[in-house]
């Protein structure tokens, strides 16, 4: 009998229904101020079968939430032109099908629309029951893929987001929309080369790309590689920042030691600095996208535009992913940063499953532990009323490895310590996934 591949086996391995349920089951109580969908889109190959876990096909779950109770669960797949009709991101020409990717990172709402997202092709827009829509150009304009992290200003309602490329340039275009959704700044960046460029940063007076070693290769691609992209540290690691007030002018670029960065946590201008939150990886891929990935810790950059100068601090040394904020604090100083800890092996890793509260001003970090083979995916938050940075909660997908059961927990972040105020269990397993929001009703 032959044996599954990792990323397709325990949680990770795909469900294959989709489903519809009602009235879920709670122990405890759902906060009565949450109404709306949380939703968490991730990889489930609808073949059950991908080469690498990043390829498989988009999947959105969510849970309904209204009046205290938990009304409704549906998870569906993103039906690309890749699921539908088995297009393909290039022919053999190297032709891209900005259709055809698997839209299985993010989910997101900007200007009432929901967009599923993968940044190897264009978002797909999702009606209000999770069916697919159709992909979303805006009108046309948009005309490379799109991050899985564009970044919303709390303060202009704008759409910040980019796209880079892999065999051809441009290797990163800069976008931006209004507040209604119209794409109305589209920038090339010269002089980047072909990174991998998952996530970005946004403050209230710049933008912030990351122009990091892990780069497509070329060689690995002719090769069969499913996934193409390899450390390369003679690439270097720099910060290019961009005046938002000046979104055609320069690029100023700062170096950093190497590293890789998924995912930007929280960003802020200070004076003559700006101050990033990230997760910080020493390296990637040396071998390639196969390899086992090394441990990632909360660091601080901070960049100084009159020195030309960054500081780089790591702030703590367990492994951690997954850093939220809340999103009315997007791109200003929002003190608390959210992330998750998940053992590799459940029932035997000594580190348990957790939700990390960090106090960046003070240093102090609380937590919400699970029990042993309880493993939990990135927590959204959802806030309790209308101040930014007040209370709120946690809300994520936890996985019992023991029961092969997923359930939406949420904890009051006001004692992370504290048992959950709700557990929500789900009708059907939830796999490893990666990224999500709570979506309350307008």
Same mark, same amino acid.
């Given at each position: 009998?032959?044996?599954?591949?990792? !990323?397709?086996?325990?949680?990770?391995?795909?469900?294959?229904?989709?489903?519809?349920?009602?009235?879920?089951?709670?122990?405890?109580?759902?906060?009565? $101020?949450?109404?709306?969908?949380?939703?968490?889109?991730?990889?489930?190959?609808? $073949?059950?079968?991908?080469?690498?876990?990043?390829?498989?096909?988009?999947?959105? !779950?969510?849970?309904?939430?209204?009046?205290?109770?938990?009304?409704?669960?549906?998870?569906?797949?993103?039906?690309?032109?890749?699921?539908?009709?088995?297009?393909?991101?290039?022919?053999?020409?190297?032709?891209?099908?900005?259709?055809?990717?698997?839209?299985?990172?993010?989910?997101?709402?900007?200007?009432?629309?929901?967009?599923?997202?993968?940044?190897?092709?264009?978002?797909?827009?999702?009606?209000?029951?999770?069916?697919? +829509?159709?992909?979303?150009?805006?009108?046309?304009?948009?005309?490379?893929?799109?991050?899985?992290?564009?970044?919303?200003?709390?303060?202009?309602?704008?759409?910040?987001?980019?796209?880079?490329?892999?065999?051809?340039?441009?290797?990163?275009?800069?976008?931006?929309?209004?507040?209604?959704?119209?794409?109305?700044?589209?920038?090339?960046? $010269?002089?980047?080369?072909?990174?991998?460029? !998952?996530?970005?940063?946004?403050?209230?007076?710049?933008?912030?790309?990351?122009?990091?070693? +892990?780069?497509?290769?070329?060689?690995?691609?002719?090769?069969?590689?499913?996934?193409? @992209?390899?450390?390369?540290?003679?690439?270097?690691?720099?910060?290019?920042?961009?005046?938002?007030?000046?979104?055609?002018?320069?690029?100023?670029?700062?170096?950093?030691?190497?590293?890789?960065?998924?995912?930007? /946590?929280?960003?802020?201008?200070? &004076?003559?600095?700006?101050?990033?939150?990230?997760?910080?990886?020493?390296?990637?891929?040396?071998?390639?996208?196969?390899?086992?990935?090394?441990?990632?810790?909360?660091?601080?950059?901070?960049?100084?535009?009159?020195?030309?100068?960054?500081?780089?601090?790591?702030?703590?040394?367990?492994?951690?992913?997954?850093?939220?904020?809340?999103?009315?604090?997007?791109?200003?100083?929002?003190?608390?940063?959210?992330?998750?800890?998940?053992?590799?092996?459940?029932? !035997?890793?000594? +580190?348990? /499953?957790?939700?990390?509260?960090?106090?960046?001003?003070? &240093?102090?970090?609380?937590?919400?532990?699970?029990?042993?083979?309880?493993?939990?995916?990135?927590?959204?938050?959802?806030?309790?009323?209308?101040?930014?940075?007040?209370? /709120?909660?946690?809300?994520? @997908?936890?996985?019992?490895?023991?029961?092969?059961?997923?359930?939406?927990?949420?904890?009051?972040?006001?004692?992370?310590?504290?048992?959950?105020?709700?557990? +929500?269990?789900?009708?059907?397993?939830?796999?490893?996934?990666?990224? &999500?929001?709570?979506?309350?009703?307008?």
């Amino acid at each position: 009998m032959s044996i599954p591949v990792p !990323h397709l086996a325990g949680n990770y391995a795909p469900v294959g229904h989709e489903v519809t349920a009602h009235e879920l089951p709670v122990t405890g109580a759902v906060p009565a $101020e949450l109404t709306g969908w949380y939703l968490r889109n991730g990889p489930n190959p609808h $073949e059950a079968a991908s080469a690498h876990w990043f390829l498989g096909d988009g999947m959105v !779950h969510g849970v309904r939430l209204e009046g205290g109770r938990a009304t409704a669960f549906r998870n569906r797949w993103v039906r690309t032109s890749a699921f539908t009709d088995g297009k393909q991101l290039f022919d053999q020409y190297g032709n891209r099908d900005l259709t055809a990717g698997n839209v299985n990172t993010h989910v997101v709402r900007h200007a009432g629309r929901t967009l599923a997202l993968a940044e190897s092709s264009l978002p797909y827009l999702l009606s209000p029951d999770l069916e697919t +829509v159709g992909p979303h150009d805006f009108d046309g304009k948009l005309t490379t893929p799109m991050t899985a992290h564009p970044k919303t200003c709390p303060v202009t309602g704008q759409l910040h987001f980019f796209g880079y490329g892999m065999l051809t340039p441009p290797f990163l275009t800069y976008y931006r929309a209004n507040a209604n959704g119209d794409l109305e700044l589209s920038r090339v960046v $010269e002089g980047v080369g072909p990174t991998m460029m !998952h996530d970005f940063a946004l403050t209230r007076r710049h933008v912030v790309f990351l122009d990091l070693p +892990v780069v497509f290769d070329l060689k690995m691609a002719m090769g069969g590689d499913p996934f193409p @992209y390899r450390w390369n540290p003679s690439y270097g690691a720099r910060l290019g920042v961009l005046r938002r007030d000046e979104p055609h002018g320069a690029v100023r670029w700062f170096d950093v030691e190497p590293c890789y960065v998924f995912h930007v /946590g929280y960003a802020y201008d200070d &004076g003559d600095d700006i101050v990033l939150g990230i997760i910080r990886y020493p390296h990637l891929w040396r071998s390639g996208s196969g390899e086992a990935y090394p441990e990632s810790t909360l660091w601080r950059w901070t960049v100084n535009l009159r020195t030309e100068k960054v500081i780089e601090e790591q702030l703590d040394d367990r492994n951690t992913e997954f850093p939220r904020v809340d999103e009315r604090l997007a791109g200003l100083d929002s003190r608390f940063v959210h992330t998750i800890t998940a053992p590799a092996h459940p029932r !035997h890793d000594p +580190v348990p /499953g957790s939700l990390l509260r960090y106090d960046t001003h003070t &240093g102090e970090v609380a937590q919400h532990t699970f029990s042993p083979g309880r493993v939990p995916s990135e927590a959204a938050f959802a806030p309790a009323d209308d101040r930014a940075g007040g209370d /709120g909660w946690l809300m994520t @997908y936890v996985f019992d490895e023991a029961k092969g059961t997923s359930d939406l927990v949420i904890v009051d972040i006001t004692d992370m310590a504290a048992k959950p105020v709700a557990i +929500v269990h789900l009708p059907q397993r939830v796999p490893y996934g990666f990224h &999500g929001n709570w979506l309350p009703d307008a």
